[in-house]
């Protein structure tokens, strides 16, 4: 009634509304009677039933539900028997009997395997007891045993090369033994071929260093050349909604047929609150108290018709595309677009009413919207572009209190990526002009806005993105500096002073510059940390054995494995979502230095009981061990007993490698897999960020087995030679 009735109530003001002479409405002014004529004979037919047995006045089962009679409701029918098990299904009862029995297996298998392994130490424990009293007993048995001992393991027992003297003797002389076999007390047939395999691995890769870098970058970069098809999604419909949906395959049927839905650009205009000011007791302010004032005056719609005014003229860069060209048009490509503005009251301009005049019109438009039509000749009700309208107020003024301004410019969308294009850039354009409005309308009328377009969840999502890049390269800063200096804190740092003991004893011995004594004596100071200096002498190990290099190397192979799984995605049409842009990058960072750490601290290990400095007696023999020269080959076909303390600089890496390779993979393997189950996940945003986390963490692990383990190499010669020259030096 609102529409053709003009909000009447009555039959009395639904026949004046119809009579009243209006240019869309009578021609002539028809006035009804109030009362009917005497002679009047009122209508009175029978009123007929919408199912009657008369075809003529029977109605359709879509208008009529009592003519298609429904059918009797009958409970779905389930082939054969439901399988029960008291209240439970069989299958709840079998997962849940199959799930004990697996417990109460792991169980006893444990419990079984405590006990076994005390009869073995009880066993072991008897022999060895036996075996001393046979030695107390028997002087040349005690004799052997002390020849024996030179087979004992040297060093570290869990990391020597004797550890097994028994096995070797049972060989034979000359026999080969893996070195990393002979490591490990207690063997697994999984884990020794791992650590043959990981040992191999690591040789070759520390003994040919730059030609791994040569071969792993190689392929590194032919996966990075999947960056030409890079893609980001940002559709919130292609990132949560499964592509074989229900719903999304029933929504891209009525696009293809019946074309899109509108692209709504909405603009919401209120009335400038302050803040609250706290009344100051000594200045006797006033309290400005903060609340939402009506937004309809004279000036704030004389100033909102410039904006709407402006906004009609707005042009779009490059290709200057203005609203007339992109908005929605019921009439056809020569009608009128659709915007839905108080403005339309008022025909777009309020210079034919005055401060008096507007308030009236805007009641009539209001509680009469079809005698205000708009350009596209369609009526807007006052709920469509008046917001906060009081409820409990008089009807007649009751729209001029509203608290807010509804704005809405209705542009066409479309399956043409041409047609769409242009409605984008017309978008940008109009957020663009918003943005710089929204800072301007407040010192300039007193109002404030609030927007929506099209493109606002695309550029809102792209500029925290691009403000999170920021927050991205500071934690790789921040966690290279970090594990540059922690990295270099193993055995090369206890060998002098530190950074503070460096710092302190500057600090005590600067004043001696400036005493005479010491500017006319000529005399040398043996200690060079007791000598003077203007600028303080920091420890070596901060330069050498800081490791600045390696962590570089390290945060780089990260970077690198995130750059090619997205390189490798995105070759084979995998788009990147704005999850995979912030998230990954920290999970790989966080499992790639700790592989690192790992790594160098096995390294550093190794350097105690195999390196240069390391002693060269074995623990509980009286004869010293000779040392292998650093530039002799290893022959492997030595027997395990007789090999040297002092190992090269590739068989450190490579045993610092076959002993955490395990760890490595199987952690590698574990995150891969967990990351690609994630993938079988029908969202596209998770799953396409489980397959580029799996991806990334795979990379990373095979270039920590590779690349960084030819740096160790590298690095730790670098280490080796510069010590080595000082030391020379320091003996000189």
């Given at each position: 009634m609102d529409l053709i009735g003009g909000g009447a109530k009555t039959y009395y003001e639904f026949l004046k509304f119809l009579g009243d002479e209006k240019d869309m409405g009578s021609p002539f002014q028809i006035n009804y009677p109030s009362i009917p004529p005497f002679d009047f004979t009122p209508l009175n037919p029978t009123p007929r039933n919408c199912a009657d047995n008369d075809l003529e006045s029977r109605c359709t089962c879509i208008d009529c539900p009592s003519v298609c009679t429904a059918l009797p409701y009958e409970p779905p029918q389930v082939n054969g028997s439901t399988c029960q098990v008291g209240i439970m299904s069989c299958l709840s009862f079998i997962l849940i009997v199959a799930y004990s029995l697996s417990a109460v297996a792991f169980i006893s298998g444990y419990v079984l395997q405590v006990f076994i392994r005390k009869r073995r130490e009880k066993r072991h424990e008897r022999v060895a007891l036996s075996f001393d009293t046979a030695s107390i007993l028997s002087p040349m048995s005690h004799t052997r045993g002390l020849v024996g001992a030179v087979s004992l393991p040297q060093g570290d027992a869990n990391d020597s090369l004797g550890a097994h003297s028994t096995e070797s003797r049972r060989l034979g002389r000359g026999a080969f033994q893996d070195p990393v076999e002979a490591s490990q007390p207690r063997q697994y047939r999984l884990n020794t071929i791992?650590?043959?395999?990981?040992?191999?691995?690591?040789?070759?890769?520390?003994?040919?260093?730059?030609?791994?870098?040569?071969?792993?970058?190689?392929?590194?970069?032919?996966?990075?050349?999947?960056?030409?098809?890079?893609?980001?999604?940002?559709?919130?419909?292609?990132?949560?909604?499964?592509?074989?949906?229900?719903?999304?395959?029933?929504?891209?049927?009525?696009?293809?047929?019946?074309?899109?839905?509108?692209?709504?650009?909405?603009?919401?205009?209120?009335?400038?609150?302050?803040?609250?000011?706290?009344?100051?007791?000594?200045?006797?302010?006033?309290?400005?108290?903060?609340?939402?004032?009506?937004?309809?005056?004279?000036?704030?719609?004389?100033?909102?018709?410039?904006?709407?005014?402006?906004?009609?003229?707005?042009?779009?860069?490059?290709?200057?595309?203005?609203?007339?060209?992109?908005?929605?048009?019921?009439?056809?490509?020569?009608?009128?677009?659709?915007?839905?503005?108080?403005?339309?009251?008022?025909?777009?301009?309020?210079?034919?009413?005055?401060?008096?005049?507007?308030?009236?019109?805007?009641?009539?438009?209001?509680?009469?919207?079809?005698?205000?039509?708009?350009?596209?000749?369609?009526?807007?009700?006052?709920?469509?572009?008046?917001?906060?309208?009081?409820?409990?107020?008089?009807?007649?003024?009751?729209?001029?209190?509203?608290?807010?301004?509804?704005?809405t410019y209705v542009v066409s969308n479309s399956l043409d990526e041409v047609e769409l294009a242009k409605a984008i850039e017309w978008e940008q354009a109009l957020r663009a002009y918003l943005v710089d409005l929204s800072e301007r309308i407040p010192s300039e009328a007193g109002m404030n806005i609030a927007f929506s377009t099209g493109v606002s969840l695309e550029e809102e999502i792209s500029k925290s993105t691009n403000t999170d890049v920021r927050i991205v390269i500071l934690s790789y800063l921040a966690m290279f500096f970090y594990v540059s200096l922690t990295l270099g804190n193993g055995s090369a740092a206890t060998e002098e002073e530190?950074?503070?003991?460096?710092?302190?004893?500057?600090?005590?011995?600067?004043?001696?510059?400036?005493?005479?004594?010491?500017?006319?004596?000529?005399?040398?100071?043996?200690?060079?940390?007791?000598?003077?200096?203007?600028?303080?002498?920091?420890?070596?190990?901060?330069?050498?054995?800081?490791?600045?290099?390696?962590?570089?190397?390290?945060?780089?192979?990260?970077?690198?494995?995130?750059?090619?799984?997205?390189?490798?995605?995105?070759?084979?049409?995998?788009?990147?979502?704005?999850?995979?842009?912030?998230?990954?990058?920290?999970?790989?960072?966080?499992?790639?230095?700790?592989?690192?750490?790992?790594?160098?601290?096995?390294?550093?290990?190794?350097?105690?009981?195999?390196?240069?400095?390391?002693?060269?007696?074995?623990?509980?023999?009286?004869?010293?061990?000779?040392?292998?020269?650093?530039?002799?080959?290893?022959?492997?076909?030595?027997?395990?007993?007789?090999?040297?303390?002092?190992?090269?600089?590739?068989?450190?890496?490579?045993?610092?490698?076959?002993?955490?390779?395990?760890?490595?993979?199987?952690?590698?393997v574990t995150e891969t897999v967990a990351f690609g189950l994630g993938a079988l996940v029908p969202m596209p945003a998770v799953r396409n960020f489980a397959l580029y986390a799996a991806g990334s963490v795979l990379l990373n692990a095979l270039l920590q087995v590779t690349v960084f383990v030819s740096a160790l190499a590298v690095d730790l010669k670098r280490t080796e030679v510069i010590n080595h020259h000082y030391t020379r030096q320091f003996r000189n």
């Open positions: 791992l650590r043959r395999v990981f040992y191999r691995l690591g040789l070759a890769a520390a003994s040919s260093p730059f030609l791994t870098f040569s071969l792993v970058l190689a392929i590194m970069s032919l996966l990075n050349l999947g960056w030409r098809k890079f893609d980001i999604e940002t559709d919130p419909v292609r990132l949560w909604v499964a592509p074989d949906s229900e719903s999304k395959l029933q929504k891209e049927y009525f696009d293809e047929h019946f074309g899109p839905f509108y692209r709504p650009q909405q603009i919401f205009v209120t009335s400038f609150s302050y803040p609250p000011i706290t009344l100051d007791p000594i200045a006797n302010t006033d309290i400005r108290i903060s609340s939402q004032d009506p937004v309809l005056s004279y000036d704030h719609l004389q100033y909102w018709m410039d904006v709407e005014s402006d906004i009609r003229a707005l042009r779009s860069f490059p290709n200057g595309y203005s609203l007339t060209d992109v908005c929605f048009k019921p009439a056809g490509p020569q009608g009128a677009c659709v915007v839905q503005s108080i403005g339309a009251w008022f025909g777009n301009d309020l210079s034919d009413y005055d401060e008096e005049s507007w308030e009236d019109r805007l009641v009539q438009c209001a509680n009469s919207p079809v005698d205000c039509l708009p350009d596209f000749q369609q009526p807007l009700g006052p709920q469509n572009v008046l917001g906060g309208v009081p409820e409990n107020a008089p009807e007649w003024n009751s729209y001029l209190d509203a608290k807010a301004l509804v704005v530190g950074i503070l003991e460096s710092l302190s004893s500057w600090a005590r011995n600067f004043p001696k510059l400036f005493q005479r004594s010491s500017l006319t004596s000529s005399s040398i100071s043996i200690d060079s940390r007791t000598t003077p200096h203007i600028l303080p002498r920091l420890p070596r190990y901060l330069f050498v054995g800081s490791k600045f290099t390696l962590g570089l190397v390290g945060i780089g192979l990260v970077v690198l494995s995130v750059s090619s799984s997205v390189g490798f995605f995105s070759l084979v049409g995998i788009k990147t979502t704005l999850i995979i842009a912030e998230v990954i990058p920290f999970l790989v960072l966080a499992v790639g230095v700790d592989n690192v750490f790992i790594l160098v601290h096995e390294l550093d290990r190794q350097n105690l009981l195999h390196g240069p400095n390391a002693s060269a007696v074995a623990p509980g023999i009286g004869s010293p061990i000779p040392r292998r020269s650093p530039f002799e080959s290893h022959d492997d076909s030595v027997d395990t007993a007789s090999v040297p303390l002092y190992l090269s600089a590739e068989e450190r890496v490579a045993r610092t490698l076959a002993k955490m390779g395990p760890s490595i993979l199987l952690s590698s």
